[in-house]
């Protein structure tokens, strides 16, 4: 075993020589977490990819200090906060021509045989929360969209934005009080 390794860091680091078996393993959930980022399915491509490429040139490097997901998710993170701040992209995103429409969002809930009736409600109450989302702050955002869509825990969070996991929380619960009060003003707790 080279010198200052661990078995588990030998073991992550062979997983990251795989390249191709990684990139299959984890591109859905990187391109979903960018998409539901962004709402631009051009731009979730190309950041996705830049993910990859920028994991590939830096595999050699990887330690195995957190899950390759988690290194993964942590590229993909920076990327998109880059994108967002970046003024090259400014008129891009605002210009949302091949942007997702927050209507369209409740066309991927699965179908759970329920009526048509309750199949409405479902997509009109995500549409309500992804158009929630979209007045949240950056990291605010970024922490919802990394618990709830791809369901990481709070120390993955942490691991993929940066964050102490203090944080995340904070960002989290006030992601989620936001949400709350646009989604059901009455107070309804459903959400």
């Known amino acids: 075993m080279p010198a200052g390794r661990t078995a588990a860091q030998l073991l992550a680091a062979q997983e990251v020589a795989d390249f191709d078996a990684l990139v299959a393993q984890h591109r859905a959930r990187i391109f979903r977490y960018v998409l539901a980022s962004l709402r631009d399915y051009d731009a979730a491509e190309t950041i ?8 590939y040139r830096a595999r050699d490097g990887f330690r195995g200090e957190s899950s390759v997901g988690t290194w993964l998710m942590q590229i993909a ?34 179908d759970r045989g329920g009526s048509p009736e309750d199949t409405a409600a479902a997509r009109e109450q995500v549409a ?3 158009r929630a989302a979209e007045s949240l702050s950056e990291r ?38 936001t949400i709350r009060t646009q989604v059901s003003p009455q107070g309804n707790e459903n959400v």
């Open 48 to 55: 996705t990819q830049d993910t990859f490429i920028r994991a």
């Open 77 to 110: 993170v920076n990327l998109v906060r880059s994108h967002v701040s970046s003024s090259r992209w400014r008129f891009w995103r605002q210009a949302e021509r091949s942007g997702v429409d927050a209507a369209e969002a409740g066309d991927w809930l699965a």
């Open 128 to 130: 309500a929360v992804w």
């Open 140 to 177: 605010q955002r970024t922490v919802f969209l990394l618990r709830f869509v791809e369901d990481m825990d709070l120390l993955e969070i942490a691991a993929a934005t940066g964050m102490k996991e203090g944080t995340v929380k904070t960002h989290l619960f006030r992601a989620l009080e």
